[in-house]
Nanobody, 125 residues
Framework: QVQLVESGGGLVQAGGSLRLSCAASGRTFSNNPMGWFRQAPGKEREFVAAISWSGGSTDYADSVKGRFVVSRDNAKSTVYLQMNSLKPEDTAVYYC??????????????????WGQGTQVTVSS
């Protein structure tokens, strides 16, 4: 059974940091781009960051650029999202996902066919 399991969410004050992890099991995603998305209450799921299969290329939403860093360790089948200088507007459920295509680092959630269950991130002001 293929699983993506996120961890590392929690409650943090504005300006603080959190590191999310996404561990894959059931199959390898070392040849697939991985992405992070988030969904706040009453809002649509939005793209946060993506990383190519090798980790050599990354992409970020403008709202998190310069504050978040996505990385991956294919030997550990794990993807990370380091979140710094957190703001209350970063509050959301964060999801990791594995893309179905082999190349790039897509922003379109429809190009991802494996999703984790999500982890809550709450930033207090």
């Amino acid at each position: 059974q293929v699983q993506l399991v996120e961890s590392g969410g929690g409650l943090v004050q504005a300006g603080g940091s959190l590191r999310l992890s996404c561990a894959a099991s059931g199959r390898t995603f070392s040849n697939n781009p991985m992405g992070w998305f988030r969904q706040a209450p009453g809002k649509e799921r939005e793209f946060v960051a993506a990383i190519s299969w090798s980790g050599g290329s990354t992409d970020y939403a403008d709202s998190v650029k310069g504050r978040f860093v996505v990385s991956r360790d294919n030997a550990k089948s794990t993807v990370y999202l380091q979140m710094n200088s957190l703001k209350p507007e970063d509050t959301a459920v964060y999801y990791c996902a594995a893309a179905s295509l082999a190349g790039g680092r897509p922003r379109n959630p429809r190009l991802y066919n494996y999703w984790g269950q999500g982890t809550q991130v709450t930033v207090s002001s």
